[in-house]
Each structure stands twice: as structure tokens, then as C-alpha cells.
């Protein structure tokens, strides 16, 4: 008998989808993401194989299931003009179906430029934005390398409300080069006083191939950046933004679907230069999974240029291995959490493959063996990293 793969079922996981807009107007010299300064993006060009590649990703085995959210991120995805997003997302739709409360969010920077299209995108089925403010520091957003100002991140929020948008995420970065405790609760209380239902609050990083990397700048001591953390998270409890992950805060029923779909091991189609994808495929006849990772071309020419056969970089089946360390790089990012059956579920393994390593962590203090989840203490999230090492290592 041939073993056939199934497009989905009862047990098939939720399917998000991620595009990825790969220019910028400059490049941020702390970003380590696929981004490209531009003067002029070929704006439709991109859409019109950005569809292509969608089709492509649906022919595969466990795409043909609604999605539950669609996110449009880069680079900068505010510099496509209105009716490109909305032909774009027009033609998701014509292809394949979305739940009724399908979450549609769309970065944006600050500027008035890019905040006119608002409007144009929350036509087009746009739901949620997620603004990158950064810092409202005049001083820190130069050192940042950023193009915009404080005002026109308040001018850029007036818009977004004024189109109608009422679910709003705003980044901001801690540790910020010369930054102390006090600027950073300066900081973030004019973020807090914007009153957005989701706040994205990370720690500036330096990552390597970039500006800050070859040439980093006099970022705050390590014992300090944890102050700095620890002072936020305590401001944003009392402001009634909860901490559900690493990094995300929010108000009650503003979670972000989408990314929770990744750090609860969920499947994401990836179309876009450089967008990278998920998909289980779960045996009609046997009962197993296979979990599949693509990566798109990167560079948007090569992207652009290439035939249609040849627009993924890479396919590959994750092995039991990669499964265990990629599940526990996503799940232990969630403060509360997971439930125990999740890890079978997403990754067709016993729980008994990561059982020993679990006990150990709560050995060590640094997990939390509930009776309905598995979740990081405050030493565990403190030290990710190395709670995370634990299933690469298997102890």
C-alpha cells in the first residue's frame, strides 16, 4: 500500500501565512533582518510573483487549510502603496480561505508618508498594525540610525486610529546605547501613555553582519540591561499590559495570532524573498508526521529573476532532533508555557523523548512541572538560553 500525505483533518494544526516586503528606505544599523534600501521597489512586479509563490506553496501537501492569520512584515511593508496590498491580499483570498476572525497585521514605520496609506490598507482587510517606534528619544532614534522623530510617531498613531485601526502593536527597544534606568522608564511611560492594546518591548542586541556589529556602540552593562528589563515588566503589569511571551505584552484579547502560532509550534506558509515556512504533513495511512522547512531565494533580485521551480533556497524534513530543539526554542519563549500533549501534536514524538530533560530543568529551577503545562520559572526565562540548550544537548 503507498502511504499517502493528508492536507490536513481533526488534528490538523492551525496554517498562518507570512509575506515578507524585503526594502527599506535605510538600513537600520542594528538589523540583521532581509532588508534592502531602495529609492524605487517594483512594487507590482513583486506582488505578481509574490501570488505565484503562493500558488506554489498551496500545491503542497497540508496547505489546503483556512488561515488563521496573515502577517505582512520586512523591511518595510508601509511603502507599498495601497492598492498593491490590497490586490495582494485579494488574491490570498481568491486562493484559499480564511477564518472568520483571521488576524491581518502590517508593519509600518512612523512618518506621515507611509501613515497616509492607512487608510488604503484597513480597506484592503488590514486588521492590525504593528508600528516600529523604537525609542521616543530625539537622541536615542539618531543613535539608532532611525529616519523618524518622536512627533511623528504621535502624528503616525493619530492616523492609524483615524483610519479606523483598533488594534495597534508599537516596538520598542531597552539597553539602548548611554541608555540608563531613568531614560528607559521615561521611555517607555510615553509609550504606555499612547495606550496601544500591544506592546512589543525587546532588549537591542548586536547581531552579527551589521553596523553595531562590526561597530558597536557603549551599550549598558548586562547587570544594568536586566534592571532596565525587570523595571519594565513591573511598569507594564501595573499599566495592564501582560507579559505572555519573551518580549510581548498585552492588553486583555490583543495577543498577536500570528506570532503565537509560531511559539506554540504552529505551521506558517513563507512566500517573499527570503520568508521562510513551516508544514506538517500528517500520514493518511500511518500514523506519523513529517515537518517540512523551506526558505525562499533572499535577495530580492535573485528572488524576482529566478524561474518558478527554483524560488525555494532550501527544503528539508526535520529530524527528531531538530524537532525537539526547535520546539523548545519556540515554546519556553511563552511565560505560561505549554500544555504537555502540544509537543506530540506539533511534533509527532512521546513525550517521553523530552521527559528526562524536563525533570531536569525543574531540578535545576529553571522549569515547572504543572498538571496541565510545562512552563519556564523566572530563572528559566532570565536564562533562556541555556534552558533552551538543555534539548540540544538532550540533558
Not at 501570488?51 to 508601509?78: K, N, V, W
Not at 493518511?284 to 533572499?298: G, H, I, S, Y
Not at 498538571?371 to 544537548?393: C, H, K, Q, S, W
Request: hydrophobic share 40%; charged share 25%.
Amino acid at each position: 500500500m503507498t502511504d499517502t500525505p493528508s492536507s490536513g483533518g481533526g488534528d490538523a494544526l492551525p496554517l498562518a501565512l507570512y509575506v515578507h516586503t524585503p526594502w527599506c528606505v535605510s538600513k537600520c544599523p542594528y538589523c540583521d533582518f532581509n532588508s534592502h534600501a531602495a529609492d524605487a521597489p517594483p512594487f507590482e512586479r513583486y506582488a505578481t510573483r509574490l501570488l505565484a509563490d503562493l500558488d506554489l506553496e498551496l500545491d503542497r501537501p497540508g496547505a489546503r487549510r483556512p488561515l488563521s492569520s496573515i502577517f505582512i512584515g520586512g523591511g518595510t511593508p508601509s511603502l507599498f502603496p495601497g492598492p498593491v496590498v490590497l490586490r495582494l491580499l485579494d488574491g490570498v483570498r481568491a486562493r484559499t480561505s480564511l477564518l472568520p476572525e483571521v488576524e491581518i497585521t502590517l508593519e509600518a514605520n512612523p512618518g506621515t508618508r507611509d501613515a497616509a496609506r492607512f487608510t488604503d490598507y484597513r480597506e484592503a482587510g488590514v486588521n492590525r498594525l504593528s508600528i516600529g517606534v523604537q525609542s521616543l528619544s530625539a537622541t536615542h532614534l539618531r543613535a539608532l540610525g532611525r529616519i523618524h522623530g518622536p512627533d511623528e510617531v504621535y502624528e503616525t498613531l493619530r492616523m492609524a486610529r483615524a483610519a479606523g485601526f483598533d488594534n495597534i502593536n508599537l516596538d520598542m527597544m531597552f539597553a539602548l546605547p548611554g541608555q540608563g534606568l531613568a531614560e528607559a522608564q521615561r521611555d517607555l511611560e510615553g509609550l504606555i501613555a499612547l495606550e496601544p492594546e500591544h506592546i512589543s518591548y525587546y532588549q537591542l542586541t548586536l547581531e552579527p553582519n551589521t553596523r553595531f556589529h562590526a561597530r558597536p556602540p557603549p551599550l549598558p552593562e548586562s547587570d544594568l540591561a536586566a534592571d532596565i528589563a525587570e523595571q519594565g515588566q513591573e511598569r507594564l503589569a501595573q499599566a495592564g499590559y501582560r507579559q505572555y511571551e519573551v518580549s510581548a505584552y498585552a492588553r486583555d484579547g490583543a495577543r498577536c495570532r500570528h506570532n503565537l502560532n509560531y511559539w506554540q509550534f504552529g505551521d506558517y506558509l513563507g512566500i517573499g524573498a527570503g520568508a521562510h515556512g513551516k508544514l506538517s504533513v500528517k500520514s493518511r495511512t500511518l500514523d506519523e508526521r513529517q515537518v517540512f522547512r523551506t526558505a525562499k531565494r533572499r535577495h530580492p533580485v535573485a528572488y524576482l529573476s529566478a524561474s518558478l521551480d527554483a524560488l525555494a533556497s532550501s527544503m528539508r524534513v526535520l529530524d527528531a532532533d531538530d524537532l525537539v530543539l526547535e520546539f523548545a526554542l519556540n515554546a519556553f519563549r511563552l511565560t505560561e508555557g505549554f500544555p504537555r500533549e502540544l509537543f506530540a501534536r506539533t511534533t509527532g514524538l512521546p513525550w517521553l523523548r523530552i521527559s528526562d530533560i524536563v525533570r531536569g530543568a525543574e531540578q535545576d529551577g529553571m522549569a515547572r512541572i504543572l498538571p496541565d503545562r510545562i512552563e519556564p520559572t523566572a530563572l528559566g526565562r532570565r536564562f533562556l538560553d541555556d534552558l533552551v540548550a538543555r534539548f540540544a544537548t538532550g540533558r
